[in-house]
């Protein structure tokens, strides 16, 4: 069995490390660092109002909506920027072709890493739970192993 | 727990390699086409059902399965944890970079009428700690499932775990 | 209307249908494994709606977890216990 001074430690030890990841994470839709350049000029794209800027020089972004089949223009949030240009650019960080990807394993990580948590758990408590409710039977009879 | 019949274990035998590999394609092109580590794992994870159903208790290496699921879990949290060294949690410090494995740039776009294009041709050994954690979390599924489904099957059937 | 949303609809409502019919039926049935066969076509029904609203990730997840996983571990709780529902 383990100590229970060492079971603290780790215990401390993880709190540590979450604390430190939590104060280290980046803003919420803030472009992480590399240089955005859509239209191949050789410099970053930014619009009028600052803000980076994807295809065109307005800053709006194009919904279909399929029911009546027209398109809208709406103004892009930082967030929109941030996820596209860093997620599909050859200069960005992520560097995924994957859109969907790139949000489910590097912006919104903590998720899955929840998710990969909870399946571990749950694999656990089905091995704890039918061992504890049938304890010590590895050479019982009854079928072949 | 007995085996069936040998239709049902000829038609498993013909069936594992393709499923296998369905499931494979899954996890690995996770971060270019819909799917991932989990639905691929899922996918590897229903073959092991159909595997235990038609050939019965063999012999599963449950110490085995129990060391790649946390494998999995350590390799994931530990390129998370990596990412620290270039700033931030979760950071992805290989895409783009040029680093030979999952490091390839994707590649530019062009512009036609002054539109521009985005170019959907990403290599395969692209975008970095994605395809690392898409391969852990692949591998935990793998053997969490596996594990679940051999307590569960081999309980019910013989009252007793099975395996090592 | 064109051919093809209309063909686009009716494929939509019919799997509507066709979820409603089989999750009734998994209540229906007092047999436990014709019910978890009802539940597995449901689950598949379910991944295929998910297809059509264009979310390819959670249909493959559903497909795989639904209809294959989940049925062996029912099967195999059921052939654990009863398999006649008594009421």
Redesign the interface.
């Known amino acids: 069995m383990i100590g229970r001074g060492w079971k603290l430690a780790a215990l401390f030890l993880m709190i540590f490390l979450m604390g430190f990841v939590v104060w280290e994470i980046r803003d919420f839709g803030e472009p992480s660092g590399k240089p955005v350049d859509r239209d191949l000029d050789g410099e970053q794209d930014v619009g009028e109002d600052g803000r980076l800027v994807w295809d065109d020089g307005t800053g709006q972004i194009d919904i279909h909506d399929a029911e009546t089949n027209t398109t809208i223009r709406q103004d892009r949030t930082m967030m929109d920027d941030a996820f596209l240009s860093g997620a599909a650019d050859p200069n960005g960080t992520v560097n995924s072709n994957n859109v969907v990807t790139a949000i489910v394993f590097d912006y919104r990580g903590f998720d899955t890493l929840g998710e990969a948590t909870i399946l571990f758990a749950a694999v656990s408590g089905v091995l704890a739970t039918i061992r504890v409710a049938f304890p010590g039977n590895k050479g019982a009879k009854g079928g072949e192993d | 727990m007995e085996e069936m019949s040998p239709i049902v274990k000829t038609i498993t035998k013909i069936a594992f390699a393709p499923i296998f590999l369905f499931g494979s394609y899954i996890i690995l092109h996770g971060h270019l086409t819909p799917g991932g580590g989990f639905q691929g794992g899922a996918i590897i994870g229903t073959l092991m059902a159909l595997y235990l159903i038609a050939f019965g208790a063999v012999k599963w290496r449950k110490k085995l399965l129990s060391i790649i699921e946390s494998m999995g879990l350590l390799v994931f949290i530990g390129t998370a944890f990596l990412g620290l060294t270039s700033g931030y949690f979760f950071f992805n410090f290989i895409g783009g970079t040029g680093f030979p494995l999952f490091g390839e740039k994707l590649q530019t776009g062009e512009l036609i009428d002054g539109v521009f294009f985005p170019s959907n041709n990403a290599p395969l050994l692209s975008s970095g700690t994605i395809a690392v954690m898409n391969i852990s979390v692949g591998l935990e599924v793998i053997a969490g499932l596996t594990l679940i489904i051999v307590a569960m099957g081999l309980f019910a059937f013989t009252g007793k775990e099975g395996g090592e | 209307m064109d051919l093809s949303a209309f063909l686009y609809d009716a494929v939509h409502f019919i799997v509507l249908l066709g979820i409603i019919g089989s999750a009734f039926l998994v209540v229906k049935f007092k047999d436990l494994v014709s019910a978890t066969i009802a539940l597995a076509a449901c689950s598949l029904l379910v991944s295929l709606e998910f297809f059509i609203l264009q979310a390819?990730?959670v249909a493959?997840?559903e497909a795989?977890?639904g209809a294959?996983?989940t049925t062996?571990?029912l099967i195999?709780?059921i052939?654990?216990t009863r398999r006649r529902e008594e009421y």
């Open positions: 390819p990730d493959i997840a795989a977890v294959g996983l062996a571990i195999f709780a052939k654990g």
